[in-house]
């Protein structure tokens, strides 16, 4: 017998709806931009009910639907859930920030409603849009609602896990993700938090890191100037960044050591100069270290 999860289910819908929203940029050809708009909705939707389903199997059903249909709606069957009918998008939204109020934020929230509603208009109306806006809408629901849900669906599991191989999907579809919106200026190094190769270092047309992200434990750095930055005593480049959460350096060059290897840089500020103290040397107080 062949099944399929709900969760596979939704990154099929990711990388077919990653899929066309490459070839729309690239084509300006409006199916494309439809089925963009179609499938990147369906992943989402799918996504957010696989989150509110690890809190019961039930959760993502209309209540009188499973009082109606099930012997004990507090534990429903799989076979009685197949007869009940699940909540629209807008109590979908409302169920996830009941059960993870602080996993997104309200404009990712009311993102989600946004783009609803473009569906909506697509398939039973006409739509009109500039396909930039659209390109812009989906950009950003990918950044507000696919990355906080990739996080959720691999809390409490380890890398040995049966999720393993859906976190390396996940992976996968952050690179195309990348590939598409940062035209490929970006490098994939070992997070310092987690230790999973999924740790996105991002340049976006600059000569430096502007942030970085891990698609697997959530752990980020956002909008780096080049003055952030101190020399790592590994490689020797301006790209060590104080994390005060970690009371450590994170390297962002991704050939650097502490990058593929050992984590974080030992790092703290320095009480003489004000500055930093990397690998218990700090540059300016102790010059000849």
């Known amino acids: 017998m062949v099944i399929f999860s709900l969760l596979e289910n ?20 409006r199916r494309d931009y439809k089925q963009c708009l179609l499938n990147l909705f369906q992943a989402t939707e799918l996504l957010l009910k696989a989150a509110v389903s690890c809190r019961g199997a039930g959760a993502i059903f209309k209540p009188d639907s499973l009082i109606k249909h099930c012997t ?14 699940s909540v629209n998008v807008r109590d979908l939204c409302k169920l996830v920030k009941k059960h993870y109020p602080s996993a997104f934020t309200s404009q990712g929230l009311e993102m989600v409603e946004n783009v609803a509603q ?18 812009m809408q989906l950009s950003s629901l990918y950044r507000l609602v696919f990355r906080p849900a990739f996080i959720l669906l691999q809390e409490g599991e380890t890398n040995d896990s049966w999720n393993s191989a859906f976190r390396r999907q ?26 999973s190769w999924s740790h996105f270092i991002v340049y976006d047309g600059e000569s430096y890191p502007v942030s970085s992200h891990c698609i697997c434990c959530n752990f980020k750095l956002a909008d ?13 480049w301006p790209s060590v960044i104080y994390v005060p959460e970690y009371k450590a350096g994170a390297c962002l060059a991704h050939t650097c050591t502490y990058s593929k290897e050992e984590g974080f840089v030992p790092m703290e500020p320095c009480s003489g100069c004000g500055g930093y103290r990397l690998e218990d040397h700090c540059q300016e107080c102790d010059p000849e270290e």
């Open 72 to 85: 004990d709606p507090q534990a429903p069957t799989q076979k009685e859930l197949y007869r009940c009918i």
């Open 224 to 236: 780096l100037q080049v003055w952030n930055f101190q020399m790592c005593p590994d490689c020797g």
């Open 118 to 135: 473009l569906r909506n208009n697509l398939q039973h109306f006409t739509l009109e849009i500039d396909p930039q806006y659209l390109v």
């Open 170 to 195: 996940f992976i996968t579809l952050e690179k195309q993700f990348l590939e598409i919106t940062t035209y490929q200026e970006y490098e994939l190094a070992r997070c310092p938090v987690c230790s």
């Open 10 to 29: 939704a990154l099929d819908s990711v990388e077919t709806g990653l899929m066309y929203f490459r070839r729309a940029r690239e084509s300006q050809d």
